[in-house]
């Protein structure tokens, strides 16, 4: 069968590949935590859930506009205008299926074959993905660890060239909990209007910080008309199943946006825009909660990957992900990468957690090792798996073990 070439562009999401890999020894009898996928662990709020059912019992099933139902796109414009302190107009708007379409929209409409496209690494994996698909050249950024991890404008500065067609930015960060600070989205911005780069701001995590106020690139004179900015209420409002995300941009591009969306999607599933409406419009009190709950659970994760031998945890600002440097464990112990030490840890600590490989085919950063824990979990299931971590880490045996066992597959598959 032959297939078109740019399928093998085409990269993946490794989280949901070791969310497999969990479930499928889950149904063996193993008892896993996993702290890999980035998801909220509480439930919808009711009254979310309740505008949902509400929209269903009127039939309100059928096809929307592709953009989107006009008082939702007046309500996420309200929201980001308020949010933001930009004027958005509802023609702004496109209400798509979750935060991806966003990035693969946004960089098929302003980026063709031989553009380049700036990306954070390590970073989302869809950006680099969505990027080397439509045949751009990705461009990565480094983010390093020694600057909270934020990258260095210079570094961005070199990287330009005549043939950027847009720059990726994501605050607060995933996977490192990073926040640019607010000098350097400016220094962004002035590079953008200076070279005529579009930005793509991924904001999905724009709720989930820990001190001080969350910012926008969209802010500064001249950027709203080169931003798209990316959000969605999947992260915030715990509705990751109901695919609920939207871009606000220039009308002009909205419109090709609102198309793709028409030939790809036809529409958002009706019901859950009603109740994407309400999630926001509605209390947010168990929003506040959750992030308070994130905000002890960062601490916690912190001090207790700290106080094992080899790790070091850098405090998070937002989202709720701890990076942590696992360099010494790995030289220590003989691990080859963060990846293997992934696989120890789920396969003889029977606890889930995702290796720098999985944020970029590039994210391998040659000196350091880095592993990615989620904190959405309760406090007790925290505890436990940094407990597993630490007692397996302890147990030469076992790890030499693993090792023996990976080096008889490396000989199998030679």
């Not at 309760?378 to 597993?388: C, F, G, K, Q, V």
């Not at 030499?400 to 000989?411: A, G, N, P, Y």
Request: with cysteine; aromatic share 8%.
């Amino acid at each position: 069968m032959k297939l078109a070439r740019r399928l093998s562009r085409l990269g993946t999401e490794t989280a949901f590949e070791v969310l497999a890999e969990v479930n499928e020894l889950r149904t063996r009898g193993r008892d896993i935590i996993a702290l890999s996928i980035g998801e909220p662990a509480c439930a919808t709020a009711a009254f979310i859930k309740n505008a949902a059912r509400k929209a269903l019992d009127n039939n309100l099933t059928h096809y929307s506009p592709s953009a989107g139902i006009a008082e939702f796109r007046t309500v996420i414009a309200s929201y980001v205008s308020s949010t933001r302190g930009i004027a958005v107009d509802p023609a702004e708007v496109v209400v798509v299926p979750g935060g991806k379409p966003i990035i693969f929209f946004s960089i098929l409409a302003c980026a063709e074959e031989g553009d380049e496209v700036i990306y954070p690494l390590p970073g989302y994996p869809i950006y680099e993905s969505m990027i080397n698909f439509v045949g751009a050249t990705p461009v990565p950024l480094r983010l390093r660890e020694e600057r909270k991890f934020s990258f260095d404008i210079r570094d961005l500065r070199s990287r330009i060239t005549d043939r950027t067609k847009m720059i990726i930015v994501n605050s607060p960060h995933n996977p490192t909990g990073g926040v640019i600070p607010k000098q350097d989205l400016h220094e962004i911005a002035e590079l953008a209007l200076k070279h005529d780069i579009w930005v793509l701001s991924d904001e999905i995590y724009s709720r989930m910080l820990y001190e001080g106020k969350a910012e926008s690139i969209s802010q500064f004179p001249g950027m709203k008309e080169r931003t798209i900015i990316l959000d969605g209420h999947s992260k915030t409002y715990a509705m990751t199943g109901w695919r609920v995300g939207y871009g606000v941009m220039p009308k002009e591009l909205a419109v090709h946006v609102g198309r793709l969306m028409t030939n790809s999607n036809s529409c958002t599933a009706t019901f859950t825009q009603y109740a994407g409406m309400e999630a926001l419009t509605g209390p947010q009190d168990s929003v506040d909660a959750m992030i308070a709950e994130f905000h002890v659970n960062r601490d916690l994760i912190v001090e207790l990957l700290n106080s094992i031998e080899g790790f070091s945890c850098h405090t998070p600002a937002g989202a709720f992900y701890a990076y942590a440097n696992v360099t010494r464990v790995c030289r220590k112990h003989g691990f080859r990468s963060s990846k293997e030490l992934q696989q120890f840890l789920l396969h003889r600590a029977g606890v889930a957690v995702l290796g720098q490989q999985c944020f970029g085919t590039r994210a391998i950063d040659e000196d350091q090792e880095y592993i990615r824990l989620s904190y959405v979990s309760s406090a007790d299931d925290i505890r436990e798996a940094l407990r597993r971590i630490k007692t397996s880490l302890a147990d030469e045996s076992l790890i030499r073990e693993f090792l023996k066992e990976e080096r008889s597959k490396d000989l199998i598959k030679q």
